[in-house]
């Protein structure tokens, strides 16, 4: 299975807001609302910052906020903050029962 | 506090077997499905496999299926991945990660802090 697409880098300056697409096919993005977003820092284990489409976990900022349209889900980060200069992945149930990740988008944050 | 310990990587050569384990601590460990996910050098994050929290089902990556074997002892409160018939291309992190609240449908909230598998001749 092909991963998720994702851009490959997006950028934005301190304060601004940014999105981040994932988008996947009927076979899973499209057919599941179960669609989470994780955050990698160079040399970390990834953190989990969106789960179930919009969900936050306990301690995940308010400022990162998740939505799904169709095969497409999106990751906006508000009020953009050097320390969300990081990795994000998208991932999503599948049809087969496994799970799929996106190929992963590097935010600068100028 | 929930904990994850990764243990068994190691440099193997092509075709050989390597067994992964993942200790876990501070949580019901036999209510929870359990996740084997890999990142390559540089590149990105890679489902490997999933196992219910009762051992019933497990689902694998077409990469890996019939190569890889994902296990668990629910009395040892330990996570295996028995792979075989290694590849260059199986040279990764190996991270072990509890299955998400709610539908469990997601590598959740508590990952391990990886262990490293080289496949090198």
């Known amino acids: 299975q092909s991963a998720l697409t994702q851009p490959a880098s997006v950028s934005g300056s301190p304060g601004q807001s940014i999105t981040i697409s994932c988008t996947g096919t009927s076979n899973d993005v499209g057919s599941y609302n179960y669609v989470s977003w994780y955050q990698q820092h160079p040399g970390k284990a990834p953190k989990l910052i969106i789960y179930?489409?919009?969900n936050r976990p306990s301690g995940v900022s308010y400022r990162f906020s998740g939505s799904k349209s169709g095969n497409t889900a999106s990751l906006t980060i508000f009020g953009l903050q050097a320390e969300d200069d990081a990795d994000y992945y998208c991932?999503?149930?599948?049809?087969?029962?496994?799970?799929?990740f996106g190929g992963g988008t590097k935010l600068t944050v100028l | 506090q929930v904990q994850l310990v990764e243990s068994g990587g190691g440099v193997v050569q092509p075709g050989e077997s390597l067994r992964l384990s993942c200790a876990a601590s501070g949580f019901s460990f036999s209510n929870s499905g359990m996740y084997w996910v890999r990142q390559a050098p540089g590149k990105g994050l890679d489902f490997m496999a999933v196992i219910w929290y009762d051992g019933s089902k497990k689902y694998y990556a077409d990469s890996v299926k019939g190569r890889f074997t994902i296990s668990r002892d629910n009395s040892k409160n330990t996570l295996y991945l028995q792979m075989n018939s290694l590849r260059a291309e199986d040279t990764a992190v190996y991270y072990c990660?509890?299955?998400?609240?709610?539908?469990?449908?997601?590598?959740?909230?508590?990952w391990g802090q990886g262990t490293h598998v080289i496949v090198s001749s």
């Open positions: 991932g999503s149930y599948t049809s087969t029962s496994t799970f799929l």
């Open positions: 179930d489409v919009s």
């Open positions: 990660v509890r299955a998400g609240e709610g539908s469990g449908s997601y590598p959740g909230t508590y």
